[in-house]
């Protein structure tokens, strides 16, 4: 099963099984071929797929989808049935100031066969979020879990760059001036008011987060309340704007941040002031994720796995062993006082702007 969302809203579910749904098949054109002549398995054919279902439209956001994440399965969603490990429900988020959980058990074939009437597939949960001054409706941009999580929150980056904790278990209060219950914990980036393009987690510490802006990108430590700015702010992108990043998942101080002219590879154990190898792309990245593959020898190898702007094309580049092997056995502790370092940095800021204000 494939969920998407629209550009107008809706949310799609295709069934990549089901064999009514296929607008054309996956069979290569009969041809004939010469005796010693092979088969190129490197070619693969499209198949092309209707969706099962569309939303209602009426019940779907009111603006473009923004980002869908499956909730982890150790989340009691529905509260009529126990967790059975599996992964049934999704939320999309969107700059209208709403959150829709939806529920994947009423849409397969299988089940939508069983009506006779039209069905239509609305959301399971609905959540209104307003900012904590009361100003108004606060819209998301992306969403974040933790894969092995069991409480209904989340992180959620807002339209205008700020970094929410929220429990979507708790309902807004107050009619009047619309106070933000659910919003549990608001932080301000202090660089801009636009979308935030990415939100990670990091692997190798379960406190760290990454959030990736048009011009630079953050590392927050969520483990320390007092902490309301990053721990960290890069340097700005010039020339370009940043599309997407994520942290390397075998190496815990390089990040690969993309842009729409290539990507930025970020090492921290060389330097911190700057990328330390820049990719160069004729096209706009939309999208990025690390995979993992297996060559014919069962040995694993890492691969960035990013998506084309111009040309939609779907790329599987082999990352450089320096990037995806470190040389250094311990790495993970020297990033990880990197960090500490960081935010003994901003305690002494903090505590700096407290001694002038008090001086003045």
């Known amino acids: ?58 019940r779907s956001h009111k603006n473009f989808v923004s980002d869908i994440q499956f909730v982890p399965k150790n989340v009691r969603v529905d509260k009529r049935t126990g967790v059975d490990g599996k992964q049934h429900f999704f939320m999309s988020c969107c700059e209208d100031g709403f959150i829709h959980i939806w529920d994947t058990r009423a849409v397969t074939v299988e089940e939508l066969s069983k009506h006779v009437k039209k069905f239509e597939w ?23 879990f933790s894969a092995n999580q069991e409480n209904p929150v989340f992180y959620g980056a807002s339209d205008e760059g700020d970094l929410l904790l929220i429990d979507w278990s708790i309902k807004p209060v107050g009619d009047d ?11 301000d980036s202090e660089r801009n008011y636009r979308p935030i393009v990415a939100l990670e987690r990091s692997p190798f510490y379960e406190d760290l987060i990454m959030t990736v802006h048009d011009f630079h990108f953050a590392i927050w430590k969520t483990s320390i309340d007092t902490q309301e700015t990053p721990i960290y702010r890069s340097a700005n992108t010039f020339n370009s704007h940043n599309t997407c990043g ?11 941040i993309t842009k729409t002219d290539g990507i930025d590879v970020w090492d921290f154990l060389d330097q911190s002031n700057k990328p330390s190898l820049t990719y160069v792309a004729t096209s ?27 040309e939609g094309t779907l790329y599987l580049t ?35 702007r407290v001694t002038m204000k008090e001086d003045f």
């Open 1 to 58: 099963m494939v969920v998407g969302g629209a550009i107008n809203g809706q949310v799609v579910c295709w069934d990549l099984g089901s064999v009514d749904h296929r607008i054309t098949g996956g069979r290569k054109p009969t041809t004939a071929k010469m005796p010693d002549e092979e088969e190129d398995k490197t070619q693969q054919t499209a198949v092309k797929l209707k969706q099962v279902i569309l939303s209602n439209i009426e």
């Open 122 to 144: 609305t959301p399971f949960l609905t959540v209104n979020l307003y900012r904590q001054d009361g100003s108004g409706e606060v819209g998301l941009s992306k969403v974040l």
């Open 284 to 310: 706009p990245i939309t999208y990025f994720r690390f995979q993992i593959m297996k060559d014919k020898k069962k040995k694993s190898k890492q691969y960035m796995a990013y998506g084309d702007q111009t």
């Open 246 to 256: 994520a942290f390397s998942p075998t190496r815990p101080g390089v990040i690969f």
């Open 318 to 352: 082999a990352v450089a062993h320096n990037l995806a092997h470190s040389a250094s056995e311990g790495e993970r502790e020297a990033i990880n006082e990197f960090w500490n370092t960081e935010i003994r940095k901003c305690d002494y800021v903090k505590a700096r």
């Open 177 to 187: 001036t619309k106070i933000a219950e659910n919003i549990r914990l608001a932080r």
